[in-house]
C-alpha cells in the first residue's frame, strides 16, 4: 500500500486565489512527521511546512498552511493569495518516527500551474 | 542561509563507467541522505548516514552503491558501474534531528545523472 497518496497529478490556480493540495497518508506508527516541498523547474527540493502526529493546532508558514485531520489520515497544503512563482510541483512526505527510521517517505507530488 | 551544495549539476556517463557525485552537507548537520528521482516520478530513498556509517539503505541501493564521507565536509554518492536505468536526478540532503523526529531535511540543488 502506498504510504503517501497525492491523488492530483496537476492543479490549475488563478493568481491570489487559494488551492488546496491533496494528501493522505497511511501508518500505524502513532508519531510521525508530514512534510511539504516544493520543486520548481530548476529542480530543487524546497521544504514548505512540517505537521508533528501529535501537534495539536495545524502549522502555518507564511501563505503556506496545513490542513490536518488526523482521524481521516490527510494533511493537505493551502497555499493562500496564489502567485505566479508558487507553479512548481509538491510532494508530500511523512516520517515515521518510532518505526526508528530516518527516512522521507515521498508521495507522487502535484504539479500546481498558477495563471495569470 | 546555508545550504546543502552539490555537484557537478550535470553528469553524463556511458554505461558501465564509474560516477560519483559530490555533495558537501550544512556544517554542523548529523545525518546526510541521498535520495533520486527518476524523471516524471517520485523521489525516492535511497540512503542514510550518520556517525560516518550507513544506518539505512532501500533495496535500490545494491551492491553497485557506496557513499563515503572521506574529509569530514563532503559526502560522496559512487555508482560503480552505472545502468542506464541509473539515470535520474541525485539529491543530497542534510538534517539535524529535533524532538519528536522532527527532521527538516535541506535538500542539494540535485545532480542530473544521463548514463547513455
Known amino acids: 500500500a502506498q504510504k503517501i497518496t497525492q491523488t492530483q497529478p496537476g492543479m490549475f490556480v488563478q493568481e491570489k486565489e487559494a488551492v488546496t493540495l491533496d494528501c493522505t497518508y497511511d501508518t500505524s506508527d502513532p508519531s510521525y512527521g508530514l512534510f511539504w516541498y516544493k520543486q520548481p523547474s530548476s529542480g530543487e527540493m524546497i521544504f514548505l511546512i512540517y505537521q508533528g502526529s501529535y501537534d495539536q493546532q495545524n502549522a502555518t508558514e507564511g501563505r503556506y498552511s496545513l490542513n490536518f485531520q488526523k482521524a481521516r489520515k490527510s494533511a493537505n497544503l493551502v497555499i493562500s493569495a496564489s502567485q505566479l512563482g508558487d507553479s512548481a510541483m509538491y510532494f508530500c512526505a511523512m516520517r515515521e518516527v518510532d518505526s526508528g527510521y530516518s527516512t522521507l517517505t515521498f508521495g507522487k507530488g502535484t504539479m500546481l500551474l498558477v495563471s495569470p | 542561509e546555508p545550504e546543502v551544495t552539490q555537484t557537478p549539476s550535470h553528469q553524463v556517463t556511458q554505461m558501465g563507467q564509474e560516477v560519483i557525485l559530490r555533495c558537501v552537507p550544512i556544517?554542523?548537520?548529523?545525518?546526510f541522505y541521498w535520495y533520486r528521482q527518476i524523471l516524471g516520478q517520485k523521489v525516492e530513498f535511497l540512503v542514510s548516514?550518520?556517525?560516518?556509517?550507513?544506518?539505512?539503505k532501500s533495496e535500490i541501493f545494491d551492491d553497485q552503491f557506496s557513499v563515503e564521507r572521506p574529509d569530514g565536509s563532503n559526502f560522496t554518492l559512487k555508482i560503480r558501474s552505472t545502468k542506464l536505468e541509473d539515470s535520474a536526478m541525485y539529491f543530497c540532503a542534510s538534517s539535524v534531528i529535533y524532538d519528536r523526529g522532527y527532521e527538516k531535511l535541506f535538500f542539494g540543488s540535485g545532480t542530473q545523472l544521463s548514463v547513455l
Open positions: 548516514f550518520y556517525n560516518n556509517e550507513i544506518s539505512e
Open positions: 556544517s554542523n548537520h548529523l545525518y
